[in-house]
């Protein structure tokens, strides 16, 4: 796993779906690698959960950790099931106006929200996805997913 500040590519906020200009006041990613054994990968939802909480709680916008957790987890768990790639990539960026969690897996396709009956062990995460999420797509380069959550009220991001 590695941590790291990724350099601000151009349009990364139209790539999310947000009109520009919108300021990107804060961003975060953390880069998990793939081992292709489940066990093993199953620990590392739980290491983007509390990667995101602290990024909310250094934001300032802790009224939403819960949700961002909660999204951060359902797509991580869904990009390690069903992603093409060799690493899962998390992006959470700040704007003024919302936050964005991008996780990035590979080559996306066929994404749709199913319903899961009572019984069923999974099947459910796009569901609380599109039911938590402000607004939720799958990137314009078919390699991920994303979705935003808005900041009713935002302390001094520094």
Known sequence: MSIATPPLQSGVLSRVGLPNP???LRRAEACFERTGEYDP???LPQQARRITAACMGVWRVRDLTDDAVLLVSELVT????HGAGTTVQVRLYLTERYVCI???SGYV???EVKGAADVDESGRGLHLVSRIADDWSVTSDHAGLWC???IVSVGDPR
Request: glycine share 6%; proline share 11%; aromatic share 6%.
């Open 41 to 43: 990968d199953a620990r």
């Open 148 to 150: 935003t959550l808005p």
């Open 22 to 24: 919108l300021p990107l």
């Open 78 to 81: 869904n990009a390690f099931q």
């Open 102 to 104: 991008e996780v990035r």
């Open 109 to 111: 396709d066929g994404v």
